[in-house]
């Protein structure tokens, strides 16, 4: 709800701070505000200022508004999530005389949330035979493509179209029907037995070393800093278990004789995607035993087709009414697909993606610039684990560093501590979910360590220090790096190490030489944000 200002009279004050970017209306504005409706030119200016109102804007309509007002008040309100008042100003639109809003009220319709869909599939139903005008008949197929159900596909079956625009209209309002109604709850087959296949497995930058000592028993093969490729046979659920990798694929060559462009060159290149190669490759033997359903499932399958260059509108409507034709199996959905079918400049790839990422699904709560799941695994994996390991995290945000090591193995302890009662609340519900043994303390790093020398000497530091805009400053990044080494230094028990992310690894390897550290191997890593390096540092 924004922030009331001074309640503004009349309608050449509000014309003055509508040209200003920071002005927030009150709602003592809003009945002249919607006098302005009939001014072409604010009348951007005026559907933001509108916007700021959120979504009780709908409560705190007037009874009368002109025919302009309510046309601006229904784009308005469609952009916002639906409300009870705002789906009844939609639905007393299409009753109304006023015809100017009638068919931004039934564009809006197509656009309720969930829960109104079965109500305004109703309300469009019953106006649909008393729509005259060309437009508002189009309005209300699209809008029925996107919230109606079996009532509005007999509708959309049985009507006709009169010119082609009209016919393009139909035939996209019932592949988007279609896919609505035989939509089920999203879901990836993780017990699905795979014959044995080519996955190529994705890393961020740097990581590639780790991932093929993960996948060391599949004898794999790096392909660069972020791939690496291995050939086996194995349940879905089971090719997940590498926790470096950001996710994996399957390599689909183009088929022989697939069509392409005229005038694509024989270069692997990627250019000229069709509708037939797409086809071709969803009817290879690689895709077919990744997605069709087994023998008698009524199972539909759902992938999204992305192809190399743009988005290319018009392939993608033609590709989901051909599918739907063609594989009656699989659907060509972008909103709830388990899989990706991408064009690759060598043919295509599958990619699973599963809603929720069965390695993480521990991590019920994340807090802002936390590690990535598979930074932690990797900060984990670096680390190694004993049963005599005295684990530490000073920085431990949502606890996944500690969460990712308890997954290699056991330790005498495990402990995080956080000066964020935030993090220390997502890093509880995160280690209660993942069912592992981790303490954690609120305490600030930079007043020492939370418990007494003689009571807790860790053998390991593992962590991913702050760093970045959002958090610190970069002086403030290097100074708590310098205090966390001194700190290590004090307290690790002869031999102990600090693994972590370091984001200025020239300056934290002398300071740690300096402090009488060891060096070892560095793993230099694209973190996203920035370049950094996973460095083990070894206490003498």
Same mark, same amino acid.
């Given at each position: 709800?924004?922030?009331?200002?001074?309640?503004?009279?009349?309608?050449?004050?509000?014309?003055? /701070? %509508?040209? &200003?970017?920071?002005?927030?209306? @009150?709602?003592?504005?809003?009945? +002249? *505000? !919607?006098?302005?409706? $009939? =001014?072409?030119?604010?009348?951007?200016?005026?559907?933001?200022?509108?916007?700021?109102?959120?979504?009780?804007?709908?409560?705190?309509?007037?009874?009368?508004?002109?025919?302009?007002?309510?046309?601006?008040?229904?784009?308005?309100?469609?952009?916002?999530?639906?409300?009870?008042?705002?789906?009844?100003?939609?639905?007393?639109?299409?009753?109304?005389?006023?015809?100017?809003?009638?068919?931004?009220?039934?564009? /809006? %319709?197509? &656009?309720?949330?969930?829960?109104? @869909?079965?109500?305004?599939?109703? +309300? *469009? !139903?019953?106006?649909? $035979? =008393?729509?005259?005008?060309?437009?508002?008949?189009?309005?209300?197929?699209?809008?029925?493509?996107?919230?109606?159900?079996?009532?509005?596909?007999?509708?959309?079956?049985?009507?006709?179209?009169?010119?082609?625009?009209?016919?393009?209209?139909?035939?996209?309002?019932?592949?988007?029907?279609?896919?609505?109604?035989?939509?089920?709850?999203?879901?990836?087959?993780?017990?699905?037995?795979?014959?044995?296949?080519?996955?190529?497995?994705?890393?961020?930058?740097?990581?590639?070393?780790?991932?093929?000592?993960? *996948?060391?028993?599949?004898?794999?093969?790096?392909?660069?800093?972020?791939?690496?490729?291995?050939?086996?046979?194995?349940?879905?659920?089971?090719?997940?278990?590498?926790?470096?990798?950001?996710?994996?694929?399957?390599?689909?060559?183009?088929?022989?004789?697939?069509?392409?462009?005229?005038?694509?060159?024989?270069?692997?290149?990627?250019?000229?995607?069709?509708?037939?190669?797409?086809?071709?490759?969803?009817?290879?033997?690689?895709?077919?035993?990744?997605?069709?359903?087994?023998?008698?499932?009524?199972?539909?399958?759902?992938?999204?087709?992305?192809?190399?260059?743009?988005?290319?509108?018009?392939?993608?409507?033609?590709?989901?009414?051909?599918?739907?034709?063609?594989?009656?199996?699989?659907?060509?959905?972008?909103?709830?697909?388990?899989?990706?079918?991408?064009?690759?400049?060598?043919?295509?790839?599958?990619?699973?993606?599963?809603?929720?990422?069965?390695?993480?699904?521990?991590?019920?709560?994340?807090?802002?610039?936390?590690?990535?799941?598979?930074?932690?695994?990797?900060?984990?994996?670096?680390?190694?684990?004993?049963?005599?390991?005295?684990?530490?995290?000073?920085?431990?945000?949502?606890?996944?560093?500690?969460?990712?090591?308890?997954?290699?193995?056991?330790?005498?302890?495990?402990?995080?501590?956080?000066?964020?009662?935030?993090?220390?609340?997502?890093?509880?519900?995160?280690?209660?979910?993942?069912?592992?043994?981790?303490?954690?303390?609120?305490?600030?790093?930079?007043?020492?360590?939370?418990?007494?020398?003689?009571?807790?000497?860790?053998?390991?530091?593992?962590?991913?220090?702050?760093?970045?805009?959002?958090?610190?400053?970069?002086?403030?990044?290097?100074?708590?790096?310098?205090?966390?080494?001194?700190?290590?230094?004090?307290?690790?028990?002869?031999?102990?190490?600090?693994?972590?992310?370091?984001?200025?690894?020239?300056?934290?390897?002398?300071?740690?030489?300096?402090?009488?550290?060891?060096?070892?191997?560095?793993?230099?890593?694209?973190?996203?944000?920035?370049?950094?390096?996973?460095?083990?540092?070894?206490?003498?």
């Amino acid at each position: 709800m924004p922030t009331p200002s001074a309640s503004l009279r009349t309608k050449q004050d509000l014309e003055r /701070a %509508l040209a &200003k970017p920071g002005f927030t209306p @009150s709602f003592r504005d809003l009945p +002249a *505000l !919607l006098e302005l409706a $009939d =001014q072409e030119e604010i009348e951007d200016a005026l559907e933001k200022a509108l916007l700021s109102f959120g979504p009780t804007l709908g409560e705190k309509l007037p009874s009368e508004l002109s025919a302009k007002a309510a046309r601006l008040l229904c784009r308005v309100l469609g952009r916002l999530p639906t409300t009870r008042a705002s789906f009844e100003f939609f639905t007393r639109r299409l009753e109304g005389t006023e015809a100017d809003a009638r068919r931004p009220a039934i564009v /809006a %319709l197509g &656009k309720v949330t969930k829960e109104f @869909s079965e109500e305004a599939e109703t +309300a *469009l !139903l019953a106006a649909f $035979d =008393q729509l005259t005008r060309d437009f508002e008949v189009r309005a209300a197929i699209e809008a029925l493509g996107k919230v109606g159900g079996a009532r509005a596909r007999g509708l959309l079956e049985a009507h006709r179209s009169s010119t082609p625009d009209d016919a393009r209209v139909l035939e996209r309002a019932r592949v988007m029907l279609a896919r609505s109604i035989d939509r089920e709850e999203r879901h990836l087959d993780l017990d699905r037995a795979l014959p044995e296949l080519v996955v190529e497995y994705h890393c961020r930058r740097g990581l590639a070393p780790l991932l093929v000592s993960e *996948l060391a028993k599949f004898s794999p093969a790096a392909v660069d800093t972020t791939r690496v490729i291995v050939k086996r046979a194995a349940r879905l659920g089971d090719l997940f278990e590498p926790r470096t990798a950001l996710r994996f694929s399957f390599p689909i060559d183009l088929p022989a004789g697939a069509s392409r462009r005229v005038g694509a060159s024989d270069e692997p290149r990627g250019d000229g995607v069709t509708k037939d190669r797409v086809l071709a490759a969803l009817a290879s033997p690689i895709a077919r035993a990744l997605l069709e359903p087994p023998s008698g499932s009524s199972t539909v399958t759902r992938f999204r087709f992305r192809p190399l260059e743009g988005n290319q509108r018009a392939l993608q409507w033609d590709l989901a009414k051909t599918i739907s034709e063609k594989f009656s199996w699989l659907r060509n959905d972008p909103r709830d697909a388990e899989w990706e079918l991408a064009e690759t400049k060598r043919g295509f790839s599958l990619t699973p993606r599963p809603k929720i990422d069965p390695r993480f699904a521990y991590r019920l709560r994340d807090v802002p610039a936390a590690s990535h799941p598979t930074i932690a695994a990797a900060l984990a994996r670096v680390a190694g684990t004993t049963p005599e390991d005295v684990v530490w995290d000073p920085f431990a945000g949502s606890a996944l560093e500690l969460i990712e090591h308890a997954k290699l193995g056991p330790a005498k302890r495990r402990v995080g501590s956080d000066i964020d009662r935030d993090a220390l609340d997502a890093a509880r519900a995160n280690i209660a979910c993942a069912a592992v043994d981790v303490e954690m303390l609120e305490h600030d790093v930079r007043k020492g360590a939370p418990f007494p020398k003689d009571a807790f000497r860790p053998t390991l530091i593992v962590t991913n220090p702050p760093f970045g805009h959002r958090v610190l400053t970069r002086d403030a990044v290097r100074d708590l790096l310098e205090e966390t080494l001194v700190l290590a230094r004090d307290l690790l028990a002869p031999g102990g190490r600090v693994v972590w992310l370091s984001p200025a690894p020239e300056a934290t390897r002398a300071h740690a030489r300096e402090l009488g550290f060891r060096i070892g191997v560095g793993y230099p890593l694209d973190a996203g944000a920035l370049e950094g390096e996973i460095q083990v540092l070894t206490r003498s």
